[in-house]
């Protein structure tokens, strides 16, 4: 599937930036191939504009922020953050007149992070109850682009078969292939993963989590954020919740932009936030190898690759996705153009 080419992949809120780093200066970020620049409007409302001024095509983001509107840095024209033209320098006192305005897109903060929908969204930006609990801490971990589409990056999130070999520096148990089966549910986010995997433990984990042990176990539920995120709540046997946001946008076919923060039962006294995000990061960077080594085109028809049992989570999305383009009246774009099987296999 080619995600720029899915046009009902366009109505879901993607995170785009964390919020804090929308301040005073405008961003660019590119979603689904489309340039936005964004901002905050004079009431401090993240806002997104297309990227593009309406004189002569000069990159908004490029400009600066003056009073909540985006300032062209060309001429000067100037965008409210709805879109509206609200000045013309040229012209006498600036007024721009009627009618001028740029393509403005849904965007709202949520999170902590910034979020944006390029066409009217299908679902809410799913509940994370935990994020407002005080019982947890949050820890930022990352804001980076990854040259993977997001449905690699959410199948390997739930594939039980690749600790032993991709994590075997860090937690996966190399002489213990032999995966945990997951359990499925239905969730309105997607689905929920369940599983109990046994995992090495090593010396800075024995920090982190606070079990002075070789091995324990990782209680995981795991739920997909359709399209494109995941929230992956461990509980570790001593009580211990360490809840992952895995939260990507689709930049283009190839590249996401991936967020990752947070949420902790404990304090950084128990664990300083440091010692969690260093682990944290070797597994991500574990992973990151292997995905961007894979093909962008990820098949949503099962015949496409092949499978194994613990890939079930995969298929479940690829089928859910594939179910979704059939509802829209979209067929599956490839490389090589529209992919019959799917209509077969979307249709089961
Ligand atoms: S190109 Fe933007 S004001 Fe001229
Ligand atoms: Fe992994």
């Known amino acids: 599937m080619l995600v ?4 009902v ?18 961003l660019p970020f590119t979603l689904l ?14 806002a997104a504009l297309v990227d593009r001024c309406c004189h ?6 490029k400009g600066w922020v003056e009073a909540g509107n985006v ?23 600036g007024d721009p007149g009627k009618n001028i305005a740029i393509e403005s897109f ?23 109850p935990e994020y407002d609990d005080p019982a947890y801490r949050r820890v930022f971990e990352f804001y980076e682009p990854w040259e993977a589409p997001g449905l690699r990056i959410m199948e390997n999130s739930f594939d039980n ?13 190399v002489d213990e292939p032999e995966p945990v089966q997951p359990r499925l549910e239905p969730d309105p986010a997607g689905f929920v993963m369940y599983a109990d995997v046994p995992v090495k433990n090593p010396e800075i984990q024995r920090g982190n989590l606070g079990i002075d042990a070789d091995r324990t176990v990782r209680h995981y539920e795991k739920t997909w954020w359709m399209p494109f995120s995941r929230k992956m709540k461990v509980t570790y046997p001593n009580g211990l919740v360490h809840i992952i946001m895995t939260l990507t946008a689709p930049i283009d076919d190839r590249r996401s932009q991936v967020i990752q923060f947070l949420l902790r039962s404990d304090s950084e006294a128990d664990a300083p936030a440091e010692n969690l995000t260093r682990f944290d990061r070797q597994v991500t960077h574990e992973d990151m190898a292997i995905l961007e080594g894979c093909d962008h085109d990820v098949p949503l028809s099962p015949a496409g690759e092949l499978h194994m049992p613990t890939d079930r989570p995969g298929l479940e999305m690829r089928r859910m996705l594939a179910r979704l383009l059939a509802e829209h009246g979209e067929q599956e ?6 992919s019959p099987a799917l209509l077969a296999s979307a249709a089961e």
């Open 71 to 93: 300032v062209c840095p060309y001429h000067g024209w100037t965008y409210a953050g709805d879109g509206r033209c609200v000045r013309i320098p040229q012209r006498p006192g």
């Open 4 to 7: 720029t080419q899915q046009k």
């Open 333 to 338: 774009v490839r490389r090589g153009g529209c």
């Open 33 to 46: 191939n489309t340039d936005l620049v964004l901002f905050r409007d004079s009431a401090g409302k993240a």
């Open 56 to 61: 002569r095509t000069a990159r908004l983001s």
């Open 161 to 173: 078969a690749h600790f032993a070999f991709v994590h075997k520096e860090s937690f996966g148990i």
């Open 106 to 128: 849904r965007c709202t903060e949520r999170y902590g992070v910034v979020w944006v929908a390029l066409e009217e969204p299908l679902r809410d930006i799913p509940a994370l």
């Open 9 to 26: 992949l366009r109505r879901f809120w993607y995170p785009v930036v964390p919020a804090d780093r929308l301040a005073t200066e405008p």
